[in-house]
């Protein structure tokens, strides 16, 4: 793909949990493939784009590693800027047995320019939704159900 051709990024990639469709690797050689492949959306991410990336934990021996925390310095190594962490909230997740059960996930929000004009409007009652623009694609959370509605 040619070098800024894309106003938005979304991803979900593997968390790097050993299930059966990924094969669980050591986290630096993880962090290594997912470096490569940020470096490659920012490539082809416009300067105007948005970049979109959700992320888990990672667990090892007993030890829980947010995973949000080890993409940052990444994705600021892409000379993306950090815009918010969304949090996705939801009812039901893995039942843990020696910790607090995993109920959300972070969806991190990296651009390289930003107007918060363009982007939020929390003009609503209670802020009960907020819609986020981007580039003429409609996303609206609403965090009482904790899910996003895509809208084009």
Same mark, same amino acid.
């Given at each position: %793909?040619?070098?800024?051709?894309?106003?938005?990024?979304?991803?979900? /990639? /593997?968390?790097?949990?050993?299930?059966?469709?990924?094969?669980?690797?050591?986290?630096?050689? #993880?962090?290594?493939?997912?470096?490569?492949?940020? +470096?490659?959306?920012?490539?082809? +991410?416009? &300067?105007? =784009?948005?970049? *979109?990336?959700?992320?888990?934990?990672?667990?090892?021996? =007993? %030890?829980?590693? /947010?995973?949000?925390?080890?993409?940052?310095?990444?994705?600021?190594?892409?000379?993306?800027?950090?815009?918010?962490? @969304?949090?996705?909230?939801?009812?039901? =997740?893995?039942?843990?047995?020696?910790?607090?059960?995993?109920? !959300?996930?972070?969806?991190?929000? *990296?651009?390289?320019?930003?107007?918060?004009?363009? *982007?939020? &409007? &929390? &003009?609503? /009652? !209670?802020?009960?939704?907020?819609? @986020?623009?981007?580039?003429?694609?409609?996303?609206?959370?609403?965090? @009482? +159900?904790?899910?996003?509605? #895509?809208?084009?």
């Amino acid at each position: %793909m040619p070098d800024e051709c894309l106003d938005l990024v979304v991803s979900s /990639p /593997p968390y790097n949990l050993g299930k059966e469709y990924e094969s669980r690797q050591a986290l630096e050689i #993880y962090l290594a493939e997912q470096t490569a492949v940020l +470096l490659e959306c920012s490539r082809i +991410l416009k &300067n105007t =784009g948005s970049l *979109f990336w959700q992320v888990g934990a990672f667990s090892d021996r =007993g %030890m829980l590693i /947010p995973l949000d925390i080890r993409f940052f310095p990444i994705l600021e190594s892409c000379r993306l800027i950090p815009r918010n962490r @969304i949090i996705w909230a939801r009812q039901h =997740g893995l039942h843990a047995q020696k910790k607090f059960s995993c109920r !959300h996930e972070t969806i991190l929000w *990296f651009t390289y320019l930003f107007s918060s004009d363009r *982007f939020i &409007n &929390n &003009n609503y /009652p !209670h802020e009960s939704t907020i819609r @986020i623009a981007i580039s003429g694609i409609f996303f609206l959370h609403f965090p @009482i +159900l904790g899910q996003f509605i #895509y809208i084009h």
